[in-house]
């Protein structure tokens, strides 16, 4: 069967401007680039071919906003999926380098965590390659749990108390300097699964004995109650620029029960922050982090995503990663209105000074669909129908393939129905009636997503 893409038409949108807060001191840290740029009269004039990394509903989210750049000559992604083909030329290696060269990118775009945490921009600069992104030592803020703790504990950013273990002797006396609930957080890299919250010193015992293996650490920290809040920036390693606030819910089942997923679904309206809260993050948060990045060496280039509690207190670090979200960068091109290649890269030349991002007003809300077993063990291969009956929605891929000339599943999380409406009522609504078309097998997903932010309409 075909892969379709359906996509809805959303007009006559008041836009909403974001502008990036800008740094006094000027660029120094600019890439050298030993190889021919291609010629940009003005940034407006500029056609790149540009390359995506990655294979999820992320990357598809990226290259659908990206194929719909006047800036963009030839799209691919490596190694892509199904629904990426649709929108790019998708290469079937993990030989990122490689895949650049064969096509001579201008521009290389990374989407999940792993590649960078290898050092797959360090790779590309030291061959005079542009892309977008941290380096491996920038990226530890995601790839290193205590790497991100002490940090913000050196640049005075809010965060939980916490602890690092690496014993199991260790982690059970500590455990008892935490008031219950305590959450344990995996130290490396866990797709957003490396967290257990437990309720009782049993329970937190057994999340020790689950997330500390031999030669790891564990982080324990004190539970903090909210709103949770994902803030998402792009940086050039000075100046930066905010993308608009979005809601993700980790957990697997409605009402944030079950245990963490990647990210079961989100949503992105103009309601979540007050202006004030923005700039508070703004304020406490993230301008601290680049600075200190750039005053300890480590400039920070390319996405900074500060999963926030919202308190009483004030906005406070759950977690950093050095990416975008999945799926909140679903939700994100969805509602952007502005041009998306302009940005990346011009950040890529420490220009990010001379971007702005326009919104639509209307709120987006995208919506998983998860494999049968997710996020334990998962099935494959189960086809999927249905999708040629979705209108007015985007549906990105994330766990896709093709078999024998079906559309089956690959992955835990399979697709992210995204849809717009004039208000986030009617968004979820929208988004729910497109959900209820397509099906496969052990199907499953959660049914209040955008519930939270009602309460701001």
Not at 68 to 97: E, F, H, K, M, R
């Amino acid at each position: 069967m075909p892969v379709l893409v359906c996509v809805g038409q959303v007009g006559n949108l008041r836009p909403i401007v974001n502008r990036p807060l800008l740094n006094s001191e000027l660029f120094t840290g600019r890439l050298t680039i030993g190889r021919r740029l291609p010629t940009c009269p003005t940034r407006k004039e500029c056609e790149l071919k540009v390359l995506v990394i990655g294979a999820g509903g992320r990357e598809h989210a990226l290259c659908w906003k990206l194929a719909q750049s006047p800036n963009t000559s030839a799209l691919y992604a490596a190694p892509g999926n199904p629904g990426i083909a649709s929108v790019a030329t998708c290469l079937a290696t993990t030989d990122y380098l490689a895949a650049a060269e064969s096509i001579d990118a201008d521009l290389t775009v990374v989407g999940p965590e792993a590649p960078l945490a290898a050092g797959i921009v360090d790779q590309f600069r030291s061959k005079g390659r542009r892309i977008f992104g941290p380096t491996a030592a920038a990226a530890r803020l995601e790839a290193s749990k205590t790497f991100a703790k002490d940090f913000m504990l050196r640049a005075g950013i809010p965060t939980a108390r916490y602890a690092t273990v690496e014993t199991i002797d260790h982690a059970r006396k500590k455990l008892r300097d935490f008031a219950l609930p305590v959450v344990l957080k995996a130290d490396g890299l866990a797709a957003g699964k490396g967290v257990i919250i437990a309720n009782s010193h049993s329970e937190g015992e057994q999340g020790i004995a689950q997330l500390l293996t031999p030669g790891s650490a564990l982080v324990i920290e004190e539970f903090l109650t909210g709103e949770e809040v994902s803030f998402i920036v792009l940086s050039d390693g000075i100046n930066i620029l905010p993308l608009e606030p979005t809601q993700d819910h980790k957990a697997v089942f409605d009402g944030d029960t079950g245990p963490n997923t990647g990210g079961m679904g989100a949503y992105c309206d103009g309601r979540i922050l007050s202006e004030f809260q923005k700039a508070m993050i703004m304020a406490q948060v993230i301008r601290p982090a680049i600075e200190k990045m750039r005053a300890e060496g480590q400039p920070f280039t390319g996405f900074l995503y500060a999963g926030l509690m919202m308190t009483e207190q004030g906005p406070k670090v759950l977690e950093f990663n050095a990416r975008l979200g999945d799926p909140e960068t679903q939700v994100l091109m969805h509602r952007m209105e502005s041009d998306f290649v302009e940005p990346l890269f011009e950040a890529t030349q420490g220009q990010l000074n001379e971007s702005e991002l326009k919104w639509r007003a209307d709120p987006s809300v995208c919506v998983v669909l998860a494999a049968a077993g997710y996020p334990g063990a998962v099935r494959s291969g189960d086809k999927i129908t249905g999708l040629d009956h979705v209108e007015n929605a985007t549906v990105f891929h994330a766990g896709t393939k093709q078999a024998n000339g079906d559309l089956v599943t690959s992955g835990g999380r399979v697709l992210g129905v995204t849809a717009s409406g004039p208000t986030l009522q009617s968004a979820i609504h929208n988004t729910y009636e497109q959900v209820d078309k397509i099906h496969f097998d052990g199907m499953h997903y959660r049914t209040d997503i955008g519930q939270k932010g009602l309460k701001r309409w």
